[in-house]
């Protein structure tokens, strides 16, 4: 049996302002419908014993793990939530402990990120199937992207000369770190090197035993956070304080640097990492000027660009090896040449304690979504989509009363000890410091607007007394 271990605790600076620390990349759909999450679940279907997927994620992201899983028809599997990001070695050794916990002490862990690009999805089943032995005698394997050019902003994986023929793993002679622009053309004429895409397979065993020998500290403390760990819903949840006591670090630098056990497999199947906006221009098709446009966009005289409006039209004149990006509330210009830098500008944001690197206007939770419109010292307007059958918490706030207005499908209302349905055109009113609920009795979304009065807004004024999802307390 091979369990797939998605890896989905990154934040995606790079490609702000689309990617937010709490809508990171791994959920937009980047390159087609699906989320890069929902691509990598769906591309291993197919794979000879394949079991449903283990995604480890942060507390955060757990309610859009779940839809997402649940809109392609992926069931049975389950979530992991981390306390704390801590790195890709702790991440696999929870996941690695809670397989054994399970009894699947036979399966395969494959190990993969959730925010990566693969355009051939059976070139990837064919390496993994071509690692399985070795992984089955007890390897750690790795799978080695056959360079398409010199890359400075990847590790890289030497092995000796890369078969030209079958598939087939063998040992690594060594991990290499990020290169000069030199030596990374050696590297690519040499023939003996491959990227470091950072995705593994091996047993749960085979892990925590290379592990317990060269990362003991990290061993115990998630082997500490893992002793009753408590089923909720869908999700696994460790325990929080044993759990921030492990050294953060990476699974190459823990283990795969430093282990005599470490073969690879080359892999062929149009891998990227997506790590900046100038890598997703050149894993989409662009036009006859080498454009790659998305959305409401009018472009002339304008060339090797990514220009994409998520709303507002978007025009574009005279410019070439740009990138500009446009979202509700934020826009970004810049030189493809400085497309990895963008991570300043959302460091510079976070400083100044500004929203824009956290959130979106749209905001998602596990009953729906809602949208601010509006947003002033004294009051704001949202806009608040709830998904049938679903409700938000019996909830109260302290320093707001709302006003809610259904313009589509039909809602329940509890305020106080009454309980009402409205329907498009309908209205009520919420007064402060009572208790209240929102349901969606019916088959379509509903939709209302909600006007916020008082004199504090912040979303942390809200004490539930009842939810569905698991949230409690102020």
Known sequence: MIIPVILSGG????????????????????TGERS????????????????PPLVVCNEEHRFLVAEQLRAVGVAGGEILLEPA?????????LAALRVKARGDDDALLLV???DHVIADAAALQRAVSAGVAAAREGGLVTFGVLPTRPETGFGYIRTGAVPGGGLSAQPVLAFVEKPDAERAAAYVASGEYL?????????ADAYLAELERLAPAILAACSAASENARVDMDFVRVQREPFLAT???????????RTDRAMVVPLDAGWSDVGSWDALLD??????????????????DVSGSLIRSE???????????????ETADAVLVADRARAQDVKRLVERLKAERRDEPLVHRQVFRPWGSYEGLVQTERFQVKRIIVKPGASLSLQMHHHRAEHWVVVKGTARVTCGDDVRLLTEDQSTYIPLGTAHRLENPGRIDLEIIEVQSGSYLGEDDIVRFEDHYGRSGA
Do not use: C
């Open 311 to 325: 709303g507002r039209l978007v025009a574009a004149l005279g410019v070439s090896n740009h990138i500009i990006v």
């Open 283 to 300: 894993v989409q098709p662009a036009d006859a000027h080498g454009n790659v446009i998305s959305g409401d966009v009018m472009i002339e």
């Open 36 to 51: 890069l999450l929902q691509q990598t679940v769906l591309r291993l279907q197919g794979l000879p014993d394949l079991a």
């Open 11 to 30: 934040a995606g600076t790079r490609l702000w302002p689309l990617s937010r620390e709490l809508y990171p990349k791994q959920f937009l759909p980047l």
């Open 195 to 203: 990227w470091n895409g950072g995705m593994f397979l091996f047993g």
């Open 112 to 114: 993969l990120p959730s």
């Open 247 to 257: 050294p953060s670090d990476s699974i190459d630098y823990a283990v795969m640097e």
């Open 85 to 93: 990001g801590r790195n890709t070695a702790p991440a696999v050794a």
